[in-house]
């Protein structure tokens, strides 16, 4: 059996054991060693890759498998992978696995929840992991779904609102999508729904021009792309932590991922057409983003939009059209997932203990909760670039790509791109200065206790990722960059 | 003056049954009233189906024996129709349209 | 010399241990850990310069760069790539001593300054951390390493201006300094990108087809730079986190905001200096202007500050003025004249690391005595403590330039640089080097003479400090009183062939009488126990002496820019923006939706009648449309 399959696999029998599961312990028992099983495959896929890539291995994606299921349409369950997916498994393992942590407390309804939570893990892999472009589109409808439910139930604040605002907006979302791989499929000639031998295929230009807006949009909204991205500041903010971790950590990257390998991958010529257009929009993203993230009150909103301006970048990079943007987007993909992560899971911490999310209603929690500030403020600086931690890593690689593209337009937008790096700073240290230090005027905060050991196995794993990410990103690159290649060279053809 | 009775007669006839029937459906709120305006309607087709065979196929029988086959749906049609208004009248003890609403969304 | 190596790793380890394992340690064993580490790091910067300066010239009479270390850190494409590596040169080792020595005394003097404070551990893994990162920079061998280290050495700035994190100024202070210099640092950014996107590569020493290919865009990339070194080195308008800085623990604004990390921006310049020259004298030039305005700025606020620490600060932004004046008006490379300021700018910023740390390290003493800031709580501290009265008071002779102490050789040489390029500029610079020695003894005496605060000094009596603290005070006193005769011209010149220094008579003579006038009006206005002239004198300028005191509403400006103008002009208005109009739009639109089908509900009411009345609307419509087609 191909190793990828049991991505999907692993989280299925997740499911069936959480079903099975009498009592709290089981449940938690069954997520654990999912959760353990999935990282340890990630990291043995991982490792497997790079070896085989090492010793010569050139095909496009390694570990292909296809098998029909429904022939009348070519419907393929077609698996495989380059380097993209590949590091963006091991950052969905490593979400869902401290996702599983950060959630090790809450109530009610447990196990029910981790259903939920298991069922949304398997869209996510599935994505990843797939190559036909049907496959593809049910696995992300199988991500999107249990999201609905995650927040409506176990959310908090205005939880329905934000629960039918995400939904509806990212199903329009996949509306235009639906529409527009059918329009690639028969575009294509009708004869086949995978991505590699599409991209060998041309659809006629027409067609591109008009099919390319649809995916990159149906995709775009789910990477927060500006004016779309309104869902992101309710979502997240009422979604319990370990979802908004997994939301803003990987399935936002499904957004960025799909509008790499589909849209731009599929569409050159649709690229080329539209590309200013979408640029200009991600260019506002990340700009409007970071202005909007200085002056909100609350810890979630800021952090969503901080997404917003992240994930603009993301998009942004990809646009830009270079092999050393496209790199970097992917590598702000992984950064970002893993800060947000760490970030959502901080916040979902501390909100357990003060019940507050107010910055103003906060302050000197550095006395208070040591070990969670001090992760706050190695997130903060991660999110604003700090050499050493992932930031710093993606957004050079980001802004070194974009400058070799030497239209001044796309100079123009680099630079205006650039600046968010100052905001950025504005925001962090704005919140980690009135939350965090200070000393602390609410009686009630001073009873409060540090973080206990489930939280802290969550935070320290995050925090060693991003590290991990930021001082040795040597490897990282290499295997991106190997596989953003032929993406690339599709595309300046 | 010789009286011939021709096929348009028969039409008329069934017509203006259809439309009693028809314009009976619109208007009564009593579910009996209903029922019969019903009745009316099937029989003014039956009607039309005997006569367009007699007049049009005399050597076929289709037209009539659909028309037997109405009569018999109208009584089948009219006992079920008569059960469930009995029905109604014991739950709500109405017969009026306006007020059996519990069914609707 | 594979040994430099543990340069940069010893501190890295002693951070990583203290902030790990740090809270399970005592102060004494925390303490311990950082200053031995930096003491062998000390003792390696020692022996590589010996080692370095002492090899065989090559046949062009240079010290040759050396490169003991390069790897790949981060590739790019193939040609771009941030390499992480150890590069020595005269001026990387030349900052190495410089670095190592103030951090080293630091780390001894903090062991009597800190005493008791909580989070004494986490004090000493940021000071590692800060070394680690400082020293990384000066050795780094392409710019975007320099980068990656000049941010972190920004982010361990802003880590030690907030160290004590519950005082509201220290955080502001720390959060200004960090976005200040982020903001410059976007200029640095972009400088890089142009630099590398057009020469392809990211070393400081590329080839001339690289440089033919740069072409144009060589003076806009080298001016992007010096945008960022202007952040660091705090410039004018850049200049504003500098003084709030000193909300920190006064070790660390003697580590940082006077030797080590302010001077990053003159070393940045130092380093691209052969490009300056060759592809962009025009910039050059402008960062001597830059510098002198800064220097002049700077040199009047000082004049009338209260708070000691940021006459000193002010005195910082001057001296670095000096140094950025004195690499600007360069117009070639050759030591004995076109290129002197580049040996007379390095030159200072070696004198001035050493009688700067000691200034503050001798104001961290004061403080300590008096615990205030303040100038009218001190007065009179000669009696009560000798030794920093003594070693501050060479400090001052060495900053205000009087022989033999070094500052009178490195300003000497600067004054000298500034003449040959042009008279205004030389003139300007003797004047601003009065004003140095003025406020520096104004200073001097409002601490150690003038009038006394009896009851303070009754209530609390000052005294002298611990020996820990003292020891550094002389050390670095000795340092300054001897590092005027080193023969800094055999080791770092501008294109690095040996020079000798050589006192120009008619400039030296100058300006030691302008500083000894200056001086002596300091001491006429200072040193007495009743000080009616600067009262005067504050009294019939009051709207110009009120200015300067504000720092010539420098601060306001900046808070009127950013409070109002980004704040509540750009963010409120977009934040409000994406609120009420985009996701209103949003929301309009689920809104309508529902609306419709609010409006389509009523057709289906469940009476059978309004159904058949419409069917039977539509089959009489059909059968007309039939008939009529």
Request: proline share 3%; aromatic share 14%; net charge neutral.
């Amino acid at each position: 059996m191909n190793i990828l399959s049991f991505f999907v696999l692993i989280p299925l029998l997740m499911l069936l054991g959480l079903w099975l599961a009498k009592s709290l312990n089981q449940v938690k028992g069954v997520m654990v060693t999912g959760a353990s099983l999935l990282l340890l495959l990630a990291v043995y896929l991982t490792v497997d890759y790079i070896s085989l890539r090492n010793a010569g291995e050139t095909a496009e994606m390694l570990f292909t498998q296809s098998v029909e299921w429904y022939a009348p349409l070519h419907i393929c369950y077609s698996v495989g992978v380059d380097g993209i997916s590949v590091v963006m498994l091991l950052l969905s393992a490593i979400i869902v696995f401290t996702g599983t942590f950060a959630s090790w407390k809450l109530q009610p309804l447990t196990k029910e929840y981790f259903l939920w939570f298991t069922l949304l893990s398997t869209g996510v892999f599935g994505f990843f992991i797939s190559t036909d472009l049907f496959t593809m589109f049910m696995f992300y409808e199988v991500a999107l779904i249990p999201m609905y439910l995650l927040i409506g139930v176990w959310g908090s604040g205005r939880k329905e609102y934000a629960a039918m605002k995400l939904t509806l907006m990212l199903m329009g979302g996949s509306a235009f999508l639906l529409i527009g791989i059918l329009g690639i499929f028969y575009g294509a000639g009708g004869e086949t729904m995978n991505l590699l031998e599409i991209a060998k295929l041309h659809i006629p230009s027409s067609m591109q021009y008009i099919f390319f807006p649809l995916v990159f949009l149906g995709f775009g909204v789910l990477g927060a792309l500006f004016p779309f991205h309104t869902w992101s500041p309710d979502g997240h903010a009422s979604a319990p932590t370990a979802v908004s971790m997994l939301h803003a950590g990987v399935l936002m990257k499904l957004g960025g991922y799909g509008c790499f390998r589909v849209a731009m991958y599929l569409m050159p010529e649709g690229t080329a057409v539209w590309g200013d257009f979408f640029l200009v929009l991600t260019t506002i993203s990340v700009v409007y983003g970071a202005f909007s993230a200085i002056v909100q009150t609350d810890l979630k909103y800021i952090n969503a939009y901080s997404s917003v301006s992240h994930c603009g970048l993301v998009l942004f990079a990809l646009l830009m059209m270079t092999r050393v943007s496209a790199t970097g987007a992917i590598l702000q993909m992984l950064s970002h997932g893993l800060m947000t992560a760490l970030f959502f899971a901080l916040i979902g911490m501390i909100y357990g203990r003060t019940h507050t999310r107010d910055i103003r209603q906060m302050s000197g929690l550095m006395k208070i909760m040591p070990f969670l500030s001090v992760g706050y403020v190695i997130a903060g600086l991660a999110n604003l670039g700090l050499p050493g931690l992932s930031g710093f890593i993606a957004e050079m690689t980001v802004f070194v790509g974009s400058f070799q593209n030497a239209d001044l337009f796309h100079r123009v937008c680099t630079i205006i791109a650039t600046t968010s790096i100052v905001i950025t700073a504005v925001y962090i240290l704005r919140v980690v200065g009135k939350i965090l230090y200070g000393t602390c005027k609410n009686p009630e905060h001073l009873k409060l206790t540090d973080a206990t050991w489930d939280e802290r196995l969550a935070v320290i794993c995050l925090i060693v990722a991003v590290a991990g990410l930021g001082l040795a990103p040597y490897w990282v690159s290499n295997v991106i960059s190997g596989s953003v290649e032929p993406i690339i060279s599709q595309l300046i053809r | 003056m010789e009286l011939e009775v021709h096929v348009i007669h028969y039409l008329i006839v069934s017509t203006i049954m259809m439309f009693c029937g028809i314009y009976g459906f619109f208007t009564r709120k009593n579910l009996l009233a209903l029922l019969i305006s019903v009745e009316l309607m099937l029989n003014a087709a039956n009607i039309n189906f005997s006569v367009c065979n007699r007049y049009l196929f005399p050597d076929a029988l289709e037209g009539h024996f659909f028309s037997l086959f109405g009569i018999a749906i109208a009584a089948a049609e009219t006992a079920v129709a008569i059960a469930i208004i009995i029905n109604v009248y014991r739950n709500v003890k109405q017969v009026l349209t306006d007020d059996i609403t519990d069914l609707k969304g | 010399m594979d040994y430099t190596i543990l340069i940069l790793v010893l501190p890295m380890l002693s951070f990583l241990i203290l902030a790990l394992a740090g809270m399970k340690m005592s102060h004494r064993v925390s303490g311990l850990i950082g200053t031995l580490s930096l003491g062998a790091v000390t003792v390696l910067s020692y022996l590589t310069a010996f080692v370095y300066f002492t090899a065989e010239r090559t046949a062009e009479g240079v010290h040759s760069s050396m490169i003991p270390l390069n790897f790949e850190w981060l590739p790019f494409t193939n040609q771009l790539h941030i390499d992480m590596g150890i590069l020595l040169d005269p001026i990387s080792v030349l900052m190495l001593v410089v670095i190592s020595t103030v951090s080293f005394m630091v780390h001894i003097y903090s062991f009597g300054y800190m005493k008791g404070e909580i989070g004494f551990q986490r004090y000493y893994a940021f000071l590692s951390l800060f070394t680690f990162s400082m020293l990384g920079l000066v050795v780094a061998t392409n710019i975007f390493q320099m980068y990656v280290f000049w941010e972190l050495v920004g982010v361990s700035s802003y880590l030690l201006i907030g160290f004590y994190y519950t005082k509201p100024e220290a955080i502001a202070a720390s959060k200004k300094a960090f976005i200040v210099t982020r903001f410059a640092d976007l200029g640095f950014l972009i400088g890089i990108l142009i630099y590398g996107y057009y020469m392809k590569t990211f070393t400081f020493t590329p080839s001339e087809e690289q440089l033919m290919q740069a072409g144009m865009m060589l003076p806009w990339a080298l001016g992007l730079m010096f945008i960022g070194g202007a952040g660091k080195s705090a410039m004018f308008p850049l200049h504003i986190w500098l003084p709030d800085a000193m909300e920190g623990p006064t070790p660390v604004s003697a580590l940082i905001h006077a030797a080590t990390m302010v001077v990053a921006g003159v070393y940045l310049v130092a380093r691209m200096f052969p490009l300056f020259i060759a592809y962009a004298p025009q910039t050059l030039h402008i960062v001597a202007y830059v510098g002198m305005f800064t220097a002049f700025y700077a040199a009047s606020v000082a004049c009338v500050q209260s708070d000691i620490k940021r006459v000193l600060a002010f005195s910082t932004i001057s001296q670095i003025g000096f140094m950025m004046v004195a690499l600007g008006v360069c117009t070639g490379t050759n030591p004995h004249d076109t290129g002197l300021g580049y040996m007379a700018g390095m030159f200072h910023l070696f004198t001035h690391a050493m009688f700067k740390a000691l200034l503050f390290l001798g104001a961290g003493c004061i403080i300590h005595a008096v615990h205030s800031n303040e100038m009218n709580t001190m007065g009179g501290l000669r009696k009560y403590m000798p030794i920093t009265h003594i070693t501050f008071l060479i400090a001052c002779l060495a900053i205000a330039g009087i022989p033999p102490f070094s500052g009178f050789f490195s300003k000497d040489e600067i004054l000298t640089a500034c003449f040959n390029f042009s008279p205004f500029v030389g003139w300007g610079m003797t004047i601003i080097a009065g004003m140095t020695a003025f406020y520096m003894f104004r200073l001097y005496y409002g601490i150690f003479w003038g009038k006394e605060n009896k009851e303070l000094h009754a209530e609390h009596v000052p005294h002298e400090s611990p020996l820990t603290m003292t020891f550094p005070l002389m050390f670095l006193a000795l340092v300054t009183i001897c590092a005027g005769f080193i023969p800094f011209g055999h080791f770092v010149t501008s294109n690095g062939e040996l020079y000798d220094i050589h006192l120009n008579w008619v400039v030296a003579g100058t300006s030691i009488v302008v500083a000894i006038a200056a001086i002596a009006l300091a001491t006429w206005m200072y040193a007495r126990e009743e000080q009616p002239v600067p009262a005067m004198l504050a009294r019939r300028f009051s709207k110009l002496h009120r200015a300067a005191y504000k720092r010539f509403y420098m601060d306001e400006l900046w808070l009127f820019v950013t409070k109002k103008i980004i704040f509540r002009c750009v963010s409120a208005p977009l934040a409000w923006f994406d609120r009420h109009v985009i996701d209103q739009f949003m929301n309009f639109m689920a809104w309508s939706t529902n609306a419709a089908g609010e409006e389509v509900q009523p057709l289906q009411n469940g009476r059978i009648q309004s159904y058949t009345m419409w069917f039977f609307g539509g089959v009489i419509v059909l059968s007309i449309m039939l008939l009529l087609i």
